[in-house]
């Protein structure tokens, strides 16, 4: 084989290569939380073997058009997923967890059912859809019931209404493992817990029409939940 003929069988093989290399870019809109505790430890399991791959992650408490918006896919919570959609489980069951700092549970009743947190300070969600403040939903036995609280603090945020809780600022409706260890070390304490039921944890979700390219498949299977 002639210098020139290797020449031109190493270009090939290096277009071939190139081919088949994932690449390119993914958008993806995920909550808070999921973006936390779900994107990220995939992220830094897959990123580093797959340097042509960049994954742009916009968190967005809000339900999320990802057609209208142009995302790849989005996270949502499997009940939340339009029936349209692909959607690959990507994380376990969830609990929500009602918790509140001792200091502000002293000299108060703690609450027995959802209603009597009416007689409490609570620390508010604001939704980006419609503006409106996150009903807290329970539910035990069957029996389903979603309660409008009030208090004095209000955010767009879970990491500000831990941090509030924490500061004693009152009661706050937050995802389980965000405040297991605050719990465990007396930091926090738990009410309601009979009444946070589990329901359908995380999922990535994708239109049924797309073709999903390499590195989307590749994402897809970090994401994917086997337990």
Same mark, same amino acid.
Request: glycine content about 8%.
């Given at each position: 084989m002639t210098p020139k003929v290797e020449e031109i069988y190493a270009?090939?093989?290096?277009?071939? %290569?190139?081919? %088949?290399?994932?690449? /390119?870019?993914? !958008?993806?809109?995920?909550?808070? =939380?999921?973006?936390q505790t779900i994107l990220m430890p995939a992220l830094r399991r897959l990123l580093p073997d797959y340097p042509d791959i960049t994954v742009e992650v916009i968190t967005d408490n809000g339900l999320t058009n990802i057609v209208t918006e142009r995302y790849d896919a989005g996270v949502r919570l499997g009940e939340q997923v339009e029936k349209d959609m692909v959607a690959v489980r990507i994380g376990p069951e969830m609990r929500m967890a009602v918790v509140g700092a001792p200091e502000y549970l002293v000299g108060r009743k703690k609450p027995r059912t959802p209603q009597d947190l009416t007689e409490h300070r609570c620390i508010n969600l604001r939704l980006p859809? !419609?503006?409106?403040?996150?009903?807290? %939903? #329970?539910?035990?036995? /069957?029996?389903?019931? +979603?309660?409008?609280?009030?208090?004095?603090?209000? #955010? +767009?945020?879970?990491? &500000?209404?831990?941090?509030?809780?924490?500061?004693?600022?009152? &009661?706050a409706y937050l995802p389980e493992d965000r405040v297991e260890a605050y719990v465990d070390d007396g930091r926090l304490k738990r009410v309601l817990a009979d009444?946070?039921?589990? #329901?359908?944890?995380? =999922?990535l979700y994708y239109p049924s029409r797309r073709q999903p390219t390499a590195a989307f498949a590749?994402?897809? %299977?970090?994401? !994917? =939940?086997r337990g």
């Amino acid at each position: 084989m002639t210098p020139k003929v290797e020449e031109i069988y190493a270009e090939l093989a290096a277009l071939t %290569e190139m081919r %088949e290399k994932p690449a /390119g870019t993914i !958008r993806i809109t995920a909550g808070e =939380h999921s973006a936390q505790t779900i994107l990220m430890p995939a992220l830094r399991r897959l990123l580093p073997d797959y340097p042509d791959i960049t994954v742009e992650v916009i968190t967005d408490n809000g339900l999320t058009n990802i057609v209208t918006e142009r995302y790849d896919a989005g996270v949502r919570l499997g009940e939340q997923v339009e029936k349209d959609m692909v959607a690959v489980r990507i994380g376990p069951e969830m609990r929500m967890a009602v918790v509140g700092a001792p200091e502000y549970l002293v000299g108060r009743k703690k609450p027995r059912t959802p209603q009597d947190l009416t007689e409490h300070r609570c620390i508010n969600l604001r939704l980006p859809t !419609r503006g409106g403040l996150y009903a807290w %939903e #329970f539910e035990k036995g /069957g029996r389903e019931i +979603n309660v409008r609280v009030e208090g004095q603090a209000v #955010f +767009n945020s879970t990491a &500000l209404i831990l941090d509030a809780a924490l500061g004693g600022l009152g &009661l706050a409706y937050l995802p389980e493992d965000r405040v297991e260890a605050y719990v465990d070390d007396g930091r926090l304490k738990r009410v309601l817990a009979d009444w946070c039921a589990p #329901f359908p944890g995380y =999922h990535l979700y994708y239109p049924s029409r797309r073709q999903p390219t390499a590195a989307f498949a590749l994402l897809v %299977e970090a994401l !994917r =939940h086997r337990g």
